[in-house]
């Protein structure tokens, strides 16, 4: 078999990487959306005035669940996740929801903290200045010092948006099921094929390796376009 | 009822174990300009910013316009304790003391009783608890609706950043329905006017020099029509070319009447501007009276220190 011939025998494998690329995305597009919900709330919790026990209640658990998440692996969390979820379930036809919930709360503890000193990072003046003028503590948050934070934090968010789709590829130690068929990540595929063709391993590894590379430059590109717009309204 | 705009009394602050305010009193009329004066740390920054409980004091009234605006305190509402389970259990006790007394005297022994001894627990009951939050809210709304009618100047500008000078403007009495957009950028307008900063109604804060910062602060707290201006050092963080131009603002809005508390570095403004002056030195007011008077003779030989070494 000539170059050309094996060359284009890997060629034809594309479609695989494709769909596990797909599938990483998935779940790392879940986990964000996820991840930023529960990062806002838990920012809200956190920054909001603790003027009465249940704010204060709701602070305690967000310091918790900060601590205990941030504190332990994300390839451990994801694994008591999809085991639990196997104790409970037994199968699951499909079960992308297990890294995608997995990841989500993982994500969710840094956002809170991104978002939590984002805000904080806003000059308190800016408040003063607000709640001076009869504006509720909401109201300035809403109007003057969200629309500022957002500013300081998109770098940090991005930063961590692309920590997380590197991430995923922890999936690779679960069995991922579509229907009852198992799928693989972008780099389960890698190593599934690795395991198959072993002296193309390292081939299907830098596939792997360029694919994730794409999608972070992607992300990065788009970063920029967001910080310029925001840029914009600033003179 | 009193004429008195601002009333303060017995107001203590601590930050931590800093204590700021040891016990200040103070009344401001209605049309009255007053400046605070003293050294650096002597709390007045910390009293003008309680005046619209941007502090919270840790003990003390702050009263605006007859309302109390500092956090209720349950035993001053004889309503509230009757409604608590202290009440209940003592006025039981009380009764069978004393079978033949009215309930007029059961109420007052042990409403007495209550107060003296510091008797109220944190939980009184549902009833109890009802009341008591109706009343903080109402007393945190009311601080909202204070804070209105008392425009704040800042050492610091505090434009909002992410607007633009005629959005700084409009944002409060558009928010707060008190105008609509297209009254409130009138207004808006025609204070830039007068101030003639017209040509920025379109910049954002950053670009703008400190003075017109100032400039633009001030009749951002104009735009809300208050009653009372508050000045925390106004020209301290100013480049000195432009603090003339925030005094004579000031000046202007003193000079229509407007009812003003500034707190300043600034002598030869104070004695030009204040009806009364206030000295302040750690925490609490030493001495206090016209600025003729305060100036060129003051009384007490801390004033007598302070005023030899900045006049």
């Not at chain 1, 948006?161 to 693989?184: A, D, M, P």
């Not at chain 1, 595929?189 to 193309?200: R, Y």
């Not at chain 2, 000045?231 to 925030?246: H, K, N, Q």
């Amino acid at each position: 078999m000539s170059l050309i011939e094996k060359l284009g025998r890997l060629w034809n494998l594309r479609g695989l990487f494709f769909e596990s690329l797909g599938y990483s995305l998935i779940i790392a597009f879940g986990a964000v959306v996820l991840g930023f919900i529960i990062g806002v709330l838990l920012a809200v919790v956190r920054i909001a005035p603790k003027n009465n026990p249940i704010i204060k209640f709701f602070d305690k658990i967000a310091i918790l669940y900060i601590t205990v998440i941030r504190g332990t692996p994300t390839l451990v969390q994801l694994l008591i996740l999809y085991s639990s979820v196997l104790v409970v379930f037994k199968s699951m036809s499909t079960n992308l929801l297990v890294p995608i919930i997995a990841f989500g709360i993982n994500s969710g503890a840094y956002m809170a903290e991104i978002i939590r000193s984002g805000i904080n990072s806003v000059d308190p003046g800016q408040m003063e200045a607000g709640r001076s003028v009869g504006l509720s503590w909401v109201t300035t948050m809403r109007k003057i010092i969200i629309p500022q934070a957002i500013k300081i934090v998109v770098p940090t968010i991005f930063n961590e948006i692309i920590i997380l789709v590197k991430e995923t590829s922890v999936v690779s130690y679960i069995v991922l099921r579509v229907n009852g068929i198992q799928k693989w990540d972008l780099l389960g595929i890698a190593e599934k094929l690795g395991l198959a063709v072993p002296a193309c391993y390292l081939i299907f590894l830098f596939a792997a390796a360029l694919l994730y590379l794409a999608v972070v430059m992607l992300l990065t590109l788009i970063q920029h376009l967001i910080e310029r717009r925001l840029k914009k309204n600033e003179r | 009822m009193n004429d008195n705009y601002i009333e303060i009394k017995g107001l203590y602050k601590n930050f931590g174990k800093l204590k700021v305010l040891k016990g200040v009193s103070c009344n401001i009329k209605k049309g009255e300009k007053v400046a605070i004066i003293g050294a650096s740390g002597s709390g007045k920054s910390t009293m003008l910013r309680c005046m619209n409980l941007l502090e919270t004091p840790t003990y003390g009234e702050v009263w605006v316009e007859n309302k109390l605006l500092t956090p209720i305190d349950p035993y001053l509402h004889f309503d509230v304790i009757r409604l608590s389970k202290t009440y209940a259990k003592l006025s039981e006790v009380y009764k069978a003391e004393h079978p033949d007394a009215s309930t007029e005297e059961i109420d007052a022994a042990v409403i007495a009783d209550i107060k003296k001894n510091d008797l109220l627990k944190n939980y009184e009951g549902t009833a109890y608890r009802a009341a008591i939050k109706t009343l903080y809210k109402e007393n945190f709304q009311q601080v909202d609706l204070s804070r209105r009618d008392m425009g704040m100047v800042f050492q610091h500008f505090n434009l909002f950043n992410n607007l633009t000078v005629l959005e700084n403007l409009t944002l409060a009495p558009v928010e707060l329905k008190l105008k609509t957009k297209a009254e409130a950028e009138e207004k808006a307008m025609d204070l830039l006017k007068r101030i003639g900063l017209e040509d920025k109604a379109k910049a954002y804060p950053s670009t703008l020099s400190g003075g017109q910062k100032q400039r633009i602060a001030i009749v951002r707290a104009l735009a809300m029509d208050p009653q009372v201006m508050l000045f925390d050092e106004p020209t301290s963080a100013l480049d000195p070319e432009m603090v003339g131009e925030v005094l004579d603002l000031i000046k202007k809005v003193a000079d229509a009447g407007m009812t003003v508390v500034i707190v300043t570095h600034e002598m030869g403004f104070a004695r030009e501007v204040a009806d009364r002056v206030l000295f302040m030195a750690d925490g609490v007011i030493l001495e206090e009276g016209a600025p003729e008077e305060l100036f060129n003779h003051p009384k007490n030989p801390r004033t007598q220190d302070f005023l030899s070494k900045v006049l």
